[in-house]
């Protein structure tokens, strides 16, 4: 191709009519928009998919949390009615073995050491004679007349309650009054 002809060439497209550029600009103009809304529609996603990984994050934290604080749930469980035994135990010591000392106290201290491991692990006693009765943390058993003390108080307990870290793992039985 001669130069001239180049030239010719290269002036039909400089001379190009504004009117043919309208359509390609318009689908450029249409391209650039619609990239725009996947970029937002895309960042959008990317922000929902963040929130909702950190939001797995934090429950199975919590998940591992719990798991860990209650463990020992059943172990408790299976634990307690040792401690009621040893308890009635040191309650029924007649007084001549009182008075030798020996079995009542190892029976004591033994009773005393257990609820202290409990302890250790956040294993709380609830013992509510003398307190309003609160059914969140106590069972009724019976309830009996008796005007020396306010209705609704805890009279008697049969059976001591027990919570793990805060959660109640056995109501207390007791008998409230009712007058």
Do not use: C, W
């Not at 309208?22 to 725009?36: D, F, I, M, V, Y």
């Not at 010591?93 to 000392?101: K, S």
């Not at 294993?123 to 509510?128: E, G």
């Amino acid at each position: 191709m001669s130069k001239e002809q180049e030239l010719g060439h290269e002036d039909q497209s400089e001379d190009a009519a504004p009117e043919d550029l309208e359509p390609a600009a318009e689908e450029l103009s249409s391209e650039k928009e619609q990239l725009r809304n996947d970029l937002d529609e895309a960042n959008d996603q990317l922000l929902r998919m963040k929130a909702e990984v950190q939001n797995i994050r934090r429950r199975a934290q919590r998940d591992v949390e719990n798991a860990h604080k209650f463990s020992l749930d059943k172990f408790v469980t299976a634990l307690l009615p040792v401690v009621d035994n040893m308890e009635r135990a040191v309650g029924a010591v007649d007084d001549e073995l009182r008075e030798d000392g020996a079995v009542s106290e190892g029976l004591e201290l033994t009773l005393k050491s257990f609820i202290a491991v409990l302890e250790d692990f956040h294993v709380i006693q609830i013992d509510p004679a003398g307190q309003p009765f609160d059914a969140e943390l106590h069972q009724a058993v019976s309830m009996i007349q008796n005007n020396d003390v306010e209705p609704n108080t805890v009279v008697d307990v049969f059976q001591k309650g027990y919570t793990l870290s805060g959660r109640l793992v056995r109501p207390a039985m007791v008998t409230v009054s009712n007058t």
